[in-house]
């Protein structure tokens, strides 16, 4: 519904005949008076919950910053986004609501508490409340969440939202492409834009998709209806990436529809597995402009044509460090340098595989980065060590899925800032190669973050990554790397392909395809 706006302004009767006809005449010349401005509240709160992870329940100080204000319109690229293409429009006037934004340790933590999303969540909606009235608003979520005692919390913080601004404000959010989501946010909400990317290169288009579908229900010009369907697959992220098919098809069959018929917007998300939470999976967004019908026909052609390709979505394999090793001695041998190794299912940061499996076979000029040991630059601080100094200890391995611990006797090249953290850690040792020590679970997506200290990227032929696909955007997209190899962990852990090796509690496996039938089907 639009928004009621002020009657336009009336000359005074006062004005002299002349200065009447004047005025009028420049009013008809200036063309319909501007409609008054729309004042659209603007708030993030993303985390991509590992529930399965060792790191520990996130309380309200492990978000790392507290933003406010104007501050909120600099938060991230969908905020970017919808900042720039409210700009664009010039009659948009944006209020920051209070958002907490950067876990420590990212998504290697385990779940949010209650505490922490009702003190975000409350401090959210007061402002909000101060700031009425207001035209829309604009949530930058992620979509896995996961918190304690709160199933859906997305949907939840689109509840509280509704409660303060009534039935006809538009509401709009933006996600991360491996959300958890089912019906439920769109029973609160109007919009749900999702990337379509991965790595997520559209986030920023995703943000501005939602400023321009809030500014056209502001206007008056649309009316949006939904369909949600979910096709009953899960998948682990690393099959996910949308620069191989399936997972290009899906998303470019979404971006058809799109193209074909006017008003409409397709989300797909493909899902989170490691959040153990009861909407888990793929889910099917599809918003059109009044036309349920037409809604309803493209959600059931995308439910059905994931459906028809899930074998080669959700099923795949990877060789193991010590295959992995053997690939990466040819490559090198063969000059295919330089090599980027994705240890896609490191969540903690700690896992040695694959560093062990390469020093057996000697493959050397090997950067890890990054392997996760606070204990290692306590130590080291502890000692007062500085570069220059020679090192002999036993790295990384401290969590189940971690390994053991992997000895390395070398020359401490660097300590002191890198990504954010205050302290990490060079150390150099083998033939040319290197290990960065950090304290928490670090992914590095371009080669040029290794361009620090003493460090640079061209004096290694081999890049060990913690990553899934996002390092596939500096390492892989921009011809970089001229040989990728995804490596698999030696065991069903958290993050592995073998997802139902997990504890799962709140999901039954065996309603979700690979590892059963979803109703219906």
């Not at 080669?312 to 990466?328: C, K, M, N, Q, T």
């Not at 500085?386 to 992997?406: C, H, I, L, R, Y």
């Amino acid at each position: 519904m639009p928004p009621s706006h002020l009657p336009a302004r009336r000359l005074s009767a006062t004005v002299p005949a002349f200065g009447l006809a004047f005025a009028l005449a420049l009013a008809a010349c200036s063309g319909p008076a501007s409609p008054e401005p729309l004042r659209i509240a603007v708030a993030s709160y993303q985390h991509e919950t590992c529930t399965f992870c060792p790191g520990g329940d996130i309380g309200i100080d492990d978000w790392q910053r507290h933003l406010a204000g104007d501050e909120v319109l600099t938060s991230g690229p969908y905020v970017r986004g919808f900042v720039a293409q409210a700009e664009d429009y010039g009659d948009m006037e944006l209020v920051g609501l209070r958002s907490p934004v950067d876990v420590f340790g990212g998504s290697s933590r385990s779940w949010n508490t209650k505490e922490s999303f009702d003190v975000f969540v409350d401090a959210m909606t007061e402002d909000l409340r101060a700031a009425m009235p207001v035209d829309g608003v604009y949530l930058a979520l992620h979509g896995a969440m996961a918190v304690r005692d709160v199933p859906r919390p997305e949907a939840e913080i689109a509840r509280r939202v509704r409660e303060v601004v009534g039935p006809d404000v538009p509401i709009a959010g933006s996600f991360d492409l491996h959300g958890n989501e089912d019906e439920a946010f769109l029973e609160h909400a109007d919009f749900a834009f999702v990337t379509k990317r991965y790595p997520h290169y559209d986030a920023g288009i995703q943000g501005a998709r939602a400023a321009r579908a809030i500014h056209r229900v502001a206007r008056g010009t649309y009316n949006p209806v939904s369909a949600t369907r979910k096709p009953g697959i899960i998948t682990a992220t690393v099959h996910q990436w949308t620069g191989q098919s399936p997972s290009m098809d899906i998303m470019e069959r979404a971006r058809r529809w799109e193209a074909r018929e006017p008003d409409v917007f397709v989300s797909v998300f493909y899902g989170y597995p490691w959040s153990d939470v009861p909407d888990v999976g793929a889910t099917v967004h599809v918003m059109t402009n009044g036309d349920q019908a037409l809604a309803d026909e493209i959600a059931d052609d995308m439910n059905d044509f994931m459906w028809r390709v899930r074998e080669d979505f959700a099923v795949g394999s990877y060789p193991l460090p010590d295959e992995a090793a053997r690939i990466v001695a040819r490559a090198v041998t063969a000059g295919e340098t330089p090599v980027a190794v994705g240890d896609h299912s490191d969540r903690p940061g700690d896992a040695t595989h694959i560093l062990r499996a390469f020093e057996a076979v000697g493959i050397g000029r090997t950067l890890h980065g990054a392997i996760s040991d606070p204990t290692v630059l306590e130590s080291l601080a502890g000692a007062g060590a500085a570069p220059g100094d020679p090192f002999d200890q036993a790295v990384g391995g401290f969590t189940p899925s971690g390994g053991t611990p992997v000895r390395i006797t070398g020359t401490l090249l660097y300590l002191g800032p890198w990504q954010g953290y205050e302290t990490v850690a060079v150390v150099g040792y083998g033939e040319g190669s290197a290990v960065i020590v950090v304290p928490a679970y670090t992914q590095i997506t371009d080669p040029e973050a290794f361009r620090f200290g003493p460090l640079d990227p061209g004096d290694f032929d081999v890049f060990v990554l913690k990553s899934r696909v996002h390092f596939r955007r500096g390492f892989d997209e921009t011809g970089f790397a001229r040989t990728i190899v995804v490596v698999e962990a030696p065991g069903p852990f958290v993050g592995t392909t073998y997802l139902d090796a997990l504890p799962w509690e709140n999901v039954d496996l065996s309603l979700l395809y690979p590892y059963g039938t979803p109703p219906g089907r």
